[in-house]
């Protein structure tokens, strides 16, 4: 299967978008589009073309820089998404007042969960395309946060408009997935200055470079979200490693969701939500020098978890 990214060579700050073949192999399309985003909103015509390309001859990978894939129109993200993680996460930021154990609290959040699966709908916000970058940059920690957490997650990538579209056809207008961390910076989430405002995700969510992105689009008819495993590791140790089926509520699901409130079109991100396994719950927040690497996977398939196979795998420095 070919894959879709965005490039530039050295001494050239000239982004163009290219189909990375099995052979490690990049095809610069330009002769079709000139950004990556412009490709998605020809999709039905280009998708044929990536497949036609087979094992073209193009010029090696790893002479090329990778940027993020595509610079996104709108970001929506979802937040509470994973089951799991939503308990890990509540459990973490109890009252310390709270007179129930852990064991009790958990209980009544993994039925509130339930509930909330059966009978509730997705929690989404906005992000900022300016928070976006690539797979491979360094991530800053900003001066004003000291809680900058990882949040691993799948992003569908919309190729076809969607307005008010229902469930059942929602994964239609889906042209690919690709990797998003989505990192938060845990101590501006809540307005302490403001507690009657409750969160505040402009502050938490959209700092610079707070979204690697990629490095590869998928396509969509290659990939099952029902079934992939999210898996990160930070400095060499398992910190996520869940699959999709933790989802409250799935990919279709989400896309549907944001396509009531506003149309999406081609280049649009939908952030599906992050497995458990967060800093956050485990009480060690990222620092300056820590590496991640996150990987995401079809069922059982180790050797997807390469800078090139599948989805590729993302790994970006932490510094100060």
């Known amino acids: 299967m070919n894959r879709l990214g965005?490039?530039?060579?050295?001494?050239d700050d000239r982004r163009f978008?290219?189909?990375?073949?099995?052979?490690?192999?990049?095809?610069?399309?330009?002769?079709q589009a000139p950004t990556t985003r412009d490709l998605l909103a020809d999709w039905d015509r280009v998708l044929p073309r990536l497949d036609a390309l087979g094992d073209a001859d193009g010029e090696p990978l790893a002479g090329l820089r990778v940027h993020a894939p595509l610079e996104p129109g709108q970001v929506l993200q979802s937040g509470a998404n994973y089951r799991t993680h939503v308990i890990d996460l509540a459990v973490a930021h109890r009252p310390a007042d709270d007179a129930r154990t852990e064991a009790q609290a958990r209980a009544e959040i993994a039925a509130?969960?339930?509930r909330?699966?059966?009978?509730?709908?997705?929690?989404?916000?906005?992000?900022?395309?300016?928070?976006?970058t690539g797979p491979y940059d360094d991530v800053t920690i900003p001066p004003w946060t000291d809680k900058l957490d990882w949040e691993?997650?799948?992003?569908a990538v919309i190729g076809r408009e969607a307005f008010r579209v229902d469930r059942e056809h929602a994964l239609s207008h889906v042209a690919a997935y690709t990797i998003a961390n989505d990192l938060t910076a845990r101590d501006q989430v809540f307005r302490?200055?403001?507690?009657?405002?409750?969160?505040?995700w402009f502050r938490g969510k959209n700092g610079p470079g707070f979204t690697p992105l990629g490095p590869w689009l998928l396509p969509a008819r290659d990939v099952d979200p029902a079934d992939l495993r999210i898996h990160l590791e930070l400095d060499g140790e398992v910190m996520q490693d869940e699959t999709t089926k933790d989802m409250l509520f799935d990919t279709a699901s989400l896309v549907a969701a944001a396509s009531e409130i506003t149309p999406l079109r081609p280049g649009d991100l939908v952030l599906t939500g992050s497995p458990a396994g967060n800093g956050m719950a485990r009480g060690r927040l990222l620092r300056p020098g820590d590496v991640m690497t996150g990987t995401i996977s079809g069922p059982g398939d180790e050797a997807q978890r390469s800078s090139t196979v599948g989805f590729g795998a993302q790994r970006t420095r932490v510094v100060a």
Not at 6 to 11: A, D, K, L, Q, Y
Not at 116 to 132: D, H, I, K
């Open 192 to 200: 302490r200055d403001m507690p009657e405002i409750g969160t505040d």
């Open 17 to 31: 978008p290219g189909a990375v073949t099995a052979a490690d192999r990049v095809v610069d399309l330009t002769d």
């Open 116 to 132: 909330r699966a059966a009978e509730g709908t997705p929690y989404l916000f906005v992000g900022l395309p300016s928070a976006v």
């Open 6 to 11: 965005t490039f530039s060579r050295p001494g």
């Open 112 to 114: 509130m969960m339930d």
């Open 152 to 155: 691993l997650e799948l992003a």
